[in-house]
């Protein structure tokens, strides 16, 4: 309540000092204190708003954020469960692999054998 009437006082007296002013009549000491007033309630709003756009921007960022990080999980759980799958298709391989290399040395070994008796 008390910032509304101070406000109130404000605006009627800054009126008042610039119909001074658009008359051309020389401002007194309170004159220009109550256009400093004036001036320092204009920089409070403007710092006001500018603060409402920092945190809306911050917010934004925030969400923003939220939404990379969960993609980011998306693609390296998609990666992870690729890279499995190719680990396990090259596991598959080297066993298929080892078990032809196995039977070949088998092989060879059973015609060496016969070779030799």
């Known amino acids: 309540m008390v910032e509304s009437v101070t406000s109130a006082v404000i605006e009627k007296a800054l009126d008042t000092v610039l119909r001074k002013v658009s008359e051309g009549r020389k401002l007194s000491t309170e004159d220009l204190v109550v256009l400093m007033l004036g001036l320092f309630r204009e920089i409070r709003k403007d710092v006001a708003e500018t603060n409402k756009r920092i945190d809306a921007l911050y917010e934004l960022t925030g969400r923003n954020y939220e939404v990379l990080n969960s993609r980011v999980n998306e693609v390296n759980g998609s990666l992870i469960k690729k890279i499995d799958e ?17 039977a070949l040395y088998d092989l060879v070994g059973k015609n060496y054998e016969a070779l030799t008796q």
């Open 86 to 102: 190719i680990n396990n298709r090259l596991v598959e391989k080297i066993d298929e692999t080892n078990k032809r290399i196995d």
